[in-house]
């Protein structure tokens, strides 16, 4: 990017694309620390007083007036280093227990909450530059499989206690996954067997820029069933009608 393409307005409001970036190499440097700790079995709870809201804002402030040439050298070290860390799992390491914004979880969902994070930042960045990132199938799949888990994940964090059953079918790649809610969230593929609370079906991409409160979601949800898909739009403060 140019110097005037680094100072541009991203998707995120009152970032810029350097703002970006400055935050998601903070995001790398805190999953392999969440992972290490896993590893050994002391997982962190640095989480528990984190507001999503102003604690990544104070960061960004924070590194203000850092050359981008700086910016980039420092993501770049830090995404080699998650990816190699990523590298030297064995299968077993995928199921020990680490942090992520969700809480104490698997690093499977460590590295998939990794993985949706960069994917819409990264749509945060370019989109706006009139720039538009590949579209792989494989990462969208993972990406709305795990977006259409978040939502209601964080609304079990907010406090709903509610038990309900969201069933997701998707195009470009195709995709369909049910996720049932009851205490916990768990996450299937297929279709559903039996009653469904609420049913989303579209574009893969829309449908997980939607999950991700970055574009309406164009789907009538019953407003007991909110919940399912609201999670993360009551976490950010954002506005429910933007989906």
Same mark, same amino acid.
């Given at each position: 990017? $140019?110097?005037?393409?680094? /100072?541009?307005?991203? +998707?995120?409001?009152?970032?810029?694309?350097?703002?970006?970036?400055? *935050?998601?190499?903070?995001?790398?440097?805190?999953?392999?620390?969440?992972?290490?700790?896993?590893?050994?079995?002391?997982?962190?709870?640095?989480?528990?007083?984190?507001?999503?809201?102003?604690? &990544?804002?104070?960061?960004?402030?924070?590194?203000?007036? $850092?050359?981008?040439?700086?910016?980039?050298?420092?993501?770049?070290?830090?995404?080699?280093?998650?990816? $190699?860390?990523?590298?030297?799992?064995?299968?077993?390491?995928? #199921?020990?227990?680490?942090?992520?914004?969700?809480?104490?979880?698997?690093?499977?969902?460590?590295?998939? *909450?990794?993985?949706?994070?960069?994917?819409?930042?990264?749509?945060?960045?370019?989109?706006?530059?009139?720039?538009?990132?590949?579209?792989?199938?494989?990462?969208?799949?993972?990406?709305?499989?795990?977006?259409?888990?978040?939502?209601?994940?964080?609304?079990?964090?907010?406090?709903?206690?509610? @038990?309900?059953?969201?069933?997701?079918?998707? $195009?470009? &790649?195709?995709? @369909?996954?049910?996720?049932?809610?009851?205490?916990?969230? #768990?996450? +299937?593929?297929?279709?559903?067997?039996?009653?469904?609370?609420?049913?989303?079906?579209?574009?893969? !991409?829309?449908?997980?820029?939607?999950?991700?409160? +970055?574009?309406?979601?164009?789907?009538?949800?019953?407003?007991?069933?909110?919940?399912? !898909?609201?999670?993360? @739009?009551?976490?950010?403060? /954002?506005?429910?009608?933007? +989906?």
């Amino acid at each position: 990017l $140019t110097d005037e393409q680094w /100072a541009a307005p991203s +998707r995120c409001e009152g970032w810029s694309a350097q703002d970006v970036i400055v *935050h998601l190499d903070s995001t790398n440097a805190f999953w392999g620390f969440s992972l290490a700790a896993g590893r050994k079995g002391e997982p962190t709870r640095f989480l528990g007083t984190f507001d999503p809201v102003t604690s &990544p804002a104070e960061l960004v402030a924070g590194a203000g007036g $850092t050359p981008p040439g700086a910016v980039l050298e420092a993501f770049a070290a830090s995404s080699g280093a998650l990816t $190699t860390l990523l590298e030297s799992f064995a299968a077993d390491d995928w #199921t020990i227990t680490a942090e992520a914004p969700p809480g104490h979880v698997s690093a499977s969902a460590v590295f998939h *909450h990794a993985l949706w994070d960069s994917w819409v930042h990264e749509r945060d960045v370019l989109l706006p530059l009139g720039i538009t990132p590949p579209e792989e199938a494989d990462e969208v799949a993972a990406c709305l499989r795990y977006g259409a888990a978040l939502a209601p994940g964080m609304s079990l964090n907010n406090g709903h206690a509610c @038990a309900g059953t969201l069933a997701l079918t998707a $195009t470009d &790649p195709d995709v @369909a996954v049910v996720v049932e809610v009851d205490g916990r969230v #768990t996450v +299937r593929a297929g279709e559903p067997s039996g009653p469904v609370d609420v049913v989303l079906s579209g574009d893969a !991409v829309e449908l997980l820029e939607a999950l991700s409160i +970055r574009r309406p979601l164009g789907i009538d949800v019953p407003a007991a069933s909110a919940w399912l !898909v609201d999670g993360l @739009a009551e976490v950010f403060d /954002a506005d429910p009608a933007t +989906r």
